[in-house]
C-alpha cells in the first residue's frame, strides 16, 4: 500500500516568506508526527497529532510554527516569516494508533531552503 | 526527562565483519526502544523495536540489538556486514511514564562498511 507522502519534496523560499507543508499518513494511521532533521544533526521533535485528542506542541521552537490535521488525516505545518535557522529536512510520520509501542512510518521528507 | 545518546558520530567496518552501533537512553518509566535506519536522499526505516520480554530482539535485514536494563543501553548489532548496511542509524526512546507518544531520537551514527 501507499506509504506516508509530503509534498513538496523541496522548497525554497526568501527570509521572511511563509511557507506551508503537506504531510499525507498512511490510511488508517491515527497518530501523526512532524520532525525536523537538521544538517549534522537528530531528529527534532515538533508536534504529533492522535485522533481527536489536543495535539503534543511541546517540540515547536516558535509561535512561528503552527500545524493543524484536518479531517483526522492530511496535515499542514506552516512556517511564518521564516528565518534562516528554518532551513532543514521536515520528516513527516504516521503509525497505528498511539500505543507507544508502534513503530513509526516516515514519509521522504520536504527540504527546506530558507535564502 | 527522557534522552538518548549515541556516542559514535562514525562506525567504520569491514565486509563481512560484526558490527556493533552504540546507544544509551535515559528515561523515568520503562523505555521502549526503536532502531531507524536513513539511507541516502531516503527516509527513515523502521528495523527493530524492544517493548517488553526477550532482551534479544531481531528485526529486519539481519540486524539484532540487545536490551539491557542495568546498563540503560540497547545497542544494535550484526554478525556479518554488507557494504550495503552503509547508512545513518538512529536510535530513539519513548518513556512509557509520559503521556505522550513522541520519540526522543538520538544524534545518528554513520555506519560505514568497507569492502
Known amino acids: 500500500g501507499a506509504g506516508v507522502s509530503q509534498s513538496p519534496s523541496n522548497k525554497v523560499t526568501e527570509k521572511g516568506k511563509d511557507v506551508e507543508l503537506r504531510c499525507d499518513p498512511i490510511s488508517g494511521h491515527t497518530a501523526l508526527y512532524w520532525y525536523r532533521q537538521s544538517l549534522g544533526q537528530g531528529l527534532e521533535f515538533l508536534i504529533y497529532f492522535q485522533g481527536n485528542s489536543a495535539p503534543d ?59 | 526527562a527522557q534522552s538518548v545518546a549515541q556516542p559514535e558520530d562514525q562506525v567504520n567496518v569491514a565486509e563481512g565483519n560484526p558490527l556493533t552501533v552504540k546507544c544509551t537512553y535515559s528515561v523515568s518509566g520503562n523505555p521502549y526502544l526503536f532502531w531507524y535506519v536513513q539511507y541516502p536522499n531516503r527516509g527513515l526505516q523502521f528495523l527493530l523495536k524492544y517493548i517488553t520480554g526477550d532482551n534479544l530482539v531481531k528485526g529486519s535485514y539481519g540486524f539484532e540489538a540487545e536490551f539491557n536494563k542495568s546498563q540503560t543501553s540497547f545497542h544494535l548489532k550484526k554478525p556479518s556486514a554488507l557494504v550495503s548496511d552503509s547508512a545513518l542509524y538512529f536510535c530513539a526512546v519513548r518513556d512509557d511514564s509520559y503521556n505522550t507518544d513522541k520519540l526522543i531520537f538520538g544524534t545518528g551514527t554513520r555506519l560505514q562498511v568497507f569492502p
Do not use: H, M, W
Open chain 1, 57 to 115: 506542541k511541546s517540540g515547536l521552537p516558535s509561535d512561528r510554527f503552527s500545524a493543524e490535521r484536518t479531517g483526522g488525516s492530511v496535515s499542514t505545518l506552516t512556517i511564518q516569516r521564516t528565518q534562516q535557522e528554518d532551513s532543514a529536512v521536515y520528516l513527516c510520520a504516521s503509525s497505528l494508533a498511539g500505543r507507544g509501542f508502534n513503530e513509526q512510518f516516515f514519509g521522504p521528507g520536504t527540504r527546506l531552503t530558507v535564502l
